[in-house]
């Protein structure tokens, strides 16, 4: 059995794993740290990483011990039923990470970007048992309450316009101007938020996931519009998804109300942001998959399935924490080490799926939305909002295809997942639709722009936990400063990560 390596250094369990000479680990690569541990935030793993899980797998099996950032140790989670296990054994394997070790022997730093990740929160994700039933049950109500119809209507309208901003031009990127922005759009929409707020979210939300220099002021924007949200509701509560949270039986307080519409909307609009930049990827460069569903071979919730099955959004799920000492698939874990749950990995574990090349069309027992008490309750609505959108797109523009060499194509990766950055293609140049109700004009979903500030933007404190908890009063601060379309530079992967949390990294 292996043990976990410490920070600093490794075990003996791990130093006898070390890799032998002419290794990478041993040509200074950053993909390896002591004892020859792969590092799961490596260069490696954001380029190759399904390579890098196979590799472990077979040097390792189903759980491999594996560094994180500040070389901090984890138990990473590669079988589909080891994954499964540790997801549904919430006696054993909890989302309280105020158990974490390396944390509580003080060997994690009070800057690491893991701690907007993981650092423990008064959120139904990270409260097991009695508290995250009640928080739970107010989501799962309320994403239950939806209307399903409305929320693809909503969809095609919002598509509609933004493939109306180039529909005449013959040419787009569909990650820039399609994927990136639709989700936020829609999303306001399910929480009953005046529709003018739609594209300010979106450049702020973009602006906070790409890490940028005023990921922290569009992180306070999102948060006092959501506060600024709530506090109309109180007075006139409606009949959406934020209103349902408020008047829930199990009575959350304004602020568990606020943190969690934050949670949900940032997390929601990523996923369906990758998976909508996924499926269009493989329908503009794989024949065969474009070819069966023209044909009808393959219904588009298959093909999702089956997406759903190979490049999941989040490809590691952070994380649980051993409760005790115990024993998974071998390994010897101990109290407070932390797992993470490799999903991508998972997904293709040869026990399960010996034959990759199968088809696994509309067989939703993967593991892109993980499993059990804590699995995404919101799996659906993303489904629902990536039907409608490929849906309108390629019955607008049915011959679109891709404009580049596909090896052209780049990404943005870190631990947690990797997203397409650019989908340039090409069609045949259409007519707009008619706009809705006889208006005119251009459509109301606006180019990016500055992030404006009409509602009080709230200064929280610089720790994670009070930037996502605080309740202090509001105060005015001038407003973001203008998010471009795509930042030209390159955005280091760690300030990234801190952005996606509206944190900026110290340096």
Known sequence: ???????????EGAQALAPPPGCPAHAGSDSYGPGGLARIYGIEHRTDPMGLYERLRAEHGAVAPVLMEGDLPAWLVLGYRENLEVARSASRFTRDSRLWKSQRDGEVADDSPLLPLVGWQPLCVFVDGAEHERLRSAVTD???GLDRRGMRRHVTRFADQLIDAFCATGEADLMVEYAEKLPMLVLTQLYGMPEEY??????????LTRGTGTAFESNEFV???LRAH?????ESPGVDFASALMQHRVGMTDEEVVQHLRLILVSAHINTTILIGNTLRIMVTDHRFRASLAGARMTLPDALEQILWDEPSTIVCPARWATGDTELAGKSIKAGDMLLLGLAAGNVDPEVRPDLDAPMHGNRSHLAFSGGPHECPGQDVGRAITETAIDVLIGRLPDIMLAVEEKELTWAASWLSRQLTSLPVRFTPKARVAPPSGKTGEPRVR????????APVERPAGAAAEVLASASDA???APPAPVPARAPERVLLLDRVAGWFGLRRRR
């Open 142 to 144: 309320g994403v239950d």
């Open 223 to 225: 948060v006092a519009s």
């Open 1 to 11: 059995m292996s043990s976990t390596p410490s920070v600093g250094g490794a075990s």
């Open 198 to 207: 739609g594209p300010r979210l979106v450049d702020a939300t973009l602006d």
């Open 230 to 234: 709530v506090a109309r509701l109180r």
């Open 447 to 454: 180019q990016p722009a500055a992030v404006a500030a009409e």
């Open 475 to 477: 105060v005015v601060v």
